[in-house]
């Protein structure tokens, strides 16, 4: 099994800044792809930002310049910084990883259980 475990969400008012972290456990052999997604009320998730096993990146148009995610290739772990943050950018946002469990297998899509971020004043 493959857990990811998400923290740092909350309340911030607008044009603070919070920063999410996403922990990666269980039986992973190699992680391929590490990302942030998120979901506002009545809309469906989107994707926010995500880094591959290579370095690159692809981000949402909507956080260009204002979300910065960085990888700590030994522990797993995923780290969103939301900077200039929003009402709009107001989700729950979710950790994601494609990753496999033994050599050759099959890439598996896994998520965290999801953090509410609220930007309100």
């Known amino acids: 099994q493959v857990q990811l475990v998400e923290s740092g969400g909350g309340l911030v008012q607008p044009g603070g800044s919070l920063r999410l972290s996403c922990a990666a456990s269980g039986s992973i052999f190699s992680i391929y792809t590490m990302g942030w997604y998120r979901q506002a009320p009545g809309k469906q998730r989107e994707l926010v930002t995500m880094t591959t096993s290579s370095g690159s990146t692809n981000s949402a148009d909507s956080v260009k310049g204002r979300f910065i995610i960085s990888r700590d290739y030994g522990k797993n772990t995923v780290y969103l910084q939301m900077n200039r943050l929003k009402s709009e950018d107001t989700a729950v946002y979710y950790c994601?990883?494609?990753?496999?469990?033994?050599?050759?297998?099959?890439?598996?899509?896994?998520w965290g259980q999801g953090t509410q971020v609220t930007v309100s004043s």
């Open positions: 994601n990883i494609k990753a496999t469990q033994i050599r050759g297998g099959i890439i598996g899509d896994y």
